[in-house]
């Protein structure tokens, strides 16, 4: 089993404020959930089951356009929960200063490009999408969220040096209770040799732990990452063993550059907040290697954008979205009450359903149907709880 520990960072109701202590209505198991349920929960900003009534309704659709639009609601939902949580997490930052996470909780933390060219820019945001997949893989290793430490980093507004700044990671850490921070950065020269060195922050000491680098040719990029990969689980301390490094190994989103770098692009794009061009980019990707169902994934969930909840009610009863053809759906009710999860962003955690191959992984089966790839992968992952410190707990079984 993987635990995946996602900080909450901090108590229930300064999340969700009052109109969320209500205890959410959710539908009963094994009934089909209707639009208008959703819509309720929605409206009484329910988040969470919100979120876990329109993936219930897309898992069942046979319409195309309601689909569209739910999938837009539940993008929207779960980057509202994430920068919820970071402007949070920041207004208590004070309360936050001692907190640390186990030695083998870890964060990755974007790239610095310190090549002359721009060209190989979106290896900012794909380097540590990347290494933080295949380091999930791990079972001695717990890593954190991309988005949750890019929901941060936007909250904190840094400097692009302040950014990179190896000072910086301490505090990312705790503020995402996390016991280390990978930090690093990566050239690439006209010569086609690219060069990519990471660095392992302890957040407790805020001291430098350990560094490793790679060296090559951009053109072998993505054996290179492994070799990282390989690299910085040795220096976490830990022994991979025959089969995570054969989990690892065969771990490759696709193998066209073009395709990645253009991927990296739709990131960037998408953290910046503009979802139509994080769509045109992930199209790319896609369009430039038809086998990546994980840009194909991406573009379906940016494609409209983020779409408010009166914009939501106004189009289904407009008649711009049919009535759902919904199937009765196994629909778990929303748990409430100490330790269970409820409030806490569970729903988009489940769903953080932007990155397929980042973190599909992570969140169990029907992720990818219900964002139109059509794949599917088979793993049991209970829902998140939430520890005594403020931590949702994910539990599950990785693919192997």
Do not use: C, W
């Not at 349920?37 to 009484?44: E, G, R, Y």
């Not at 409430?336 to 988009?348: L, Y």
Request: net charge neutral; glycine share 8%.
């Amino acid at each position: 089993m993987k635990r995946l520990l996602i900080p909450a960072l901090l108590a229930l109701a300064a999340i969700h404020g009052p109109a969320l202590a209500a205890e959410p209505r959710s539908a009963p198991a094994n009934s089909p959930v209707s639009i208008e349920s959703a819509l309720h929960a929605d409206s009484l900003e329910q988040r969470d089951e919100a979120i876990r009534q329109y993936r219930s309704i897309l898992k069942g659709t046979t319409d195309p356009a309601l689909a569209s639009m739910v999938r837009s609601r539940i993008f929207t939902l779960s980057r509202e929960v994430y920068d919820e949580r970071a402007r949070a997490a920041v207004g208590q930052e004070s309360k936050l200063a001692n907190a640390v996470g186990p030695n083998n909780t870890v964060a990755v933390g974007r790239f610095e490009n310190l090549s002359d060219d721009e060209t190989s820019a979106p290896l900012e945001k794909g380097i540590p999408a990347m290494l933080s997949s295949d380091m999930a893989q791990v079972k001695k290793l717990t890593v954190l969220e991309r988005v949750e430490l890019e929901a941060l980093l936007r909250e904190l507004s840094l400097s692009r040096s302040a950014m990179f700044d190896s000072s910086t990671a301490p505090r990312l850490g705790h503020l995402m209770s996390a016991g280390r921070v990978v930090v690093g950065s990566f050239r690439h020269e006209k010569t086609d040799k690219l060069e990519m060195h990471a660095q392992v922050v302890n957040v407790k000491s805020g001291r430098l732990e350990n560094s490793v680098k790679v060296n090559g040719k951009m053109r072998d990029f993505f054996v290179l990452e492994k070799d990282l990969v390989f690299k910085l689980v040795d220096k976490l301390g830990v022994r991979l063993t025959t089969a995570e490094r054969s989990s690892i190994e065969r771990q490759v989103p696709t193998k066209d550059l073009a395709a990645f770098l253009a991927y990296g692009r739709g990131l960037d794009e998408e953290d910046r907040g503009n979802f139509k061009g994080a769509s045109e980019q992930y199209q790319q990707a896609a369009s430039k290697d038809p086998g990546f169902t994980e840009a194909k994934a991406a573009a379906a969930a940016t494609g409209r954008g983020t779409i408010s909840y009166g914009d939501m009610a106004k189009g289904f009863r407009a008649g711009q979205a049919a009535p759902p053809a919904v199937k009765p759906v196994a629909v778990k009710p929303a748990p409430s009450g100490p330790g269970t999860g409820a409030g806490t962003g569970e729903g988009a955690n489940d769903i953080v359903m932007e990155r397929a191959f980042e973190t599909e992984r992570l969140t169990g089966s029907g992720l990818i149907p219900d964002l139109g790839s059509g794949e599917a992968h088979d793993r049991q992952v209970t829902r998140p709880a939430v520890s005594s410190n403020g931590t949702v707990i994910v539990t599950g079984s990785l693919p192997r």
